[in-house]
């Protein structure tokens, strides 16, 4: 093997080829950008080839070059593999008489080269990839201001190459974050600092599937809120349009927020929001649907009558009170019913309690077809129940006591192949909210009741305040 090929390693050339692979700097680098300077480096320096080449593990590739017209060749034919191995440049002034390069094909055949100077192309002071070459076919020497030329030259076609690489740097971390955005489960979007969209995944799109289309880097938030509001994305905002949308946008404004929201469909969401440092926005969209409808089945579990499905005794005097307060306010009349099913003892004594329980069931969905929506009926003891009626004078509430007491004895209940002929009693107070509490109504109704009770059964009595 002759002297030529006999060049050192650099300590760290296994990092540098890896380095070298990573940039892909072969395929991807703008090969113009390197013919300019290899222009002016030429022209400069007079010089009649000047080269921009890389070096790898076995070939050296040529990727800007003046004066010939190779593309690649073998690394040992080469004199830049000693350039990559020093920080300095490597300057050869009569390669005949250099035995490194005196037999080397370049030097005995085209391009007889005769003079040689390489500058390495240091990439962030750790790795020279390859080298910045001038190459004449007469022996010369470089001159100080010539030596700092080449350094400069070389210098800037490594700015190139730490151009490329942070660009690249940049579109990878690009292409992660937005890959590692798209496999969160939850809806994700950034807003800048003027809260203009940056970006969402897939998932807060097909969360706001009613808008979807329009959701494009640059749009407003507050464009993207009246644009829902618009197409009915929020059932809450319907009827109240624009205080809907300030409301909104006065928590978007907030630091650090926390909401929930309604969507179509009975879907509800959680929106967490925070500021970044740099004053933008950026938001989850978690989806609490399924924990909403639990929180209203336990708080449906909490408050009714496991036999009936009407209200249970605790929130029924919850209403009450909030009755009486309200009324308070507005002075709107009011009325409350007891009422006791007569004789329910007996049914349970001689058809069991499976059949009194029956019997309940029946009359409570009786009772509801007499009620007004917004009429509260609750279960109150074992055959106890009271009715709140709101915004209801004392005509309005006989007339209902009166059809209450009709369905429950026209048509016997049939149990267990038995009809079962049912009455009930009725005590009938109306609210006075000056004097009322939950207690004093609640007692005034249970006087009117036994009062009823003992004149008989299968009536009903008006308590005064």
């Known amino acids: 093997m002759n ?204 969360i706001y599937s009613e808008t979807a289309e329009y959701l494009l880097p640059g749009m407003l938030f507050s464009d993207m809120i009246r644009k829902g509001v618009e197409c009915g994305q929020y059932p809450e905002a319907i009827g109240n349009e624009e205080a809907w949308i300030e409301n909104r946008l006065e928590r978007h404004r907030e630091s650090n927020s926390t ?39 336990l708080s449906r579990l909490a408050w009714t009558d496991g036999l009936t499905n009407c209200l249970n005794r605790r929130r029924f005097v919850d209403l009450v009170n909030g009755e009486i307060n309200r009324g308070q306010r507005s002075n709107t009349p009011g009325a409350l019913i007891l009422i006791d099913i007569d004789h329910f003892k007996k049914i349970n004594d001689v058809f069991g309690h499976a059949a009194g329980d029956q019997v309940l069931v029946e009359l409570v969905k009786r009772w509801n077809i007499e009620l007004r929506e917004y009429d509260q009926l609750a279960r109150i003891g074992g055959e106890e129940f009271a009715i709140l009626l709101p915004q209801c004078d004392d005509n309005g509430a006989e007339l209902v006591v009166e059809r209450l007491l009709k369905i429950t004895s026209d048509q016997p209940i049939r149990v267990k192949g038995v009809d079962i002929s049912i009455t009930m009693s009725a005590g009938l107070i109306m609210f006075s909210y000056r004097e009322d509490t939950v207690d004093t109504a609640l007692a005034r109704a249970d006087e009117a009741l036994y009062t009823a009770k003992r004149q008989g059964r299968n009536c009903y009595v008006t308590k005064a305040a």
């Open 259 to 297: 909401l929930e929201q309604q969507l179509p469909g009975d879907r509800w969401l959680r929106i967490q929001e925070r500021r970044t440092s740099e004053g933008g926005m950026v938001g989850f969209r978690v989806d609490i649907t399924q924990l909403k409808r639990q929180q209203r089945e």
């Open 3 to 206: 002297k030529m090929r006999d060049y050192p390693l650099p300590d760290n050339e296994h990092d540098r080829l890896n380095q070298l692979e990573s940039l892909r700097i072969l395929d991807t680098l703008q090969e113009e950008a390197f013919n300019r300077i290899t222009r002016i480096a030429s022209h400069t320096l007079d010089m009649p080839i000047a080269l921009v080449n890389f070096v790898g593990a076995d070939q050296q590739w040529f990727k800007a070059k003046v004066g010939v017209d190779i593309s690649q060749m073998p690394r040992d034919h080469g004199f830049c593999s000693h350039t990559i191995c020093s920080n300095e440049i490597l300057e050869i002034n009569d390669a005949t008489k250099d035995p490194r390069y005196a037999d080397n094909p370049l030097v005995l055949g085209g391009p007889n080269v005769r003079f040689y100077a390489g500058a390495p192309l240091c990439v962030n002071n750790t790795y020279n990839l390859g080298t910045l070459s001038i190459i004449d076919t007469k022996p010369r020497s470089l001159s100080a201001d010539e030596r700092i030329l080449l350094t400069d030259f070389a210098a800037m076609a490594t700015e190139l190459i730490e151009l490329h690489q942070t660009t690249q740097r940049a579109i990878k971390a690009e292409e992660r974050l937005i890959d590692a955005v798209e496999t969160i489960p939850d809806g994700f979007v950034l807003f800048d600092k003027d809260d203009k969209l940056v970006m969402c995944n897939q998932r807060y799109k097909d």
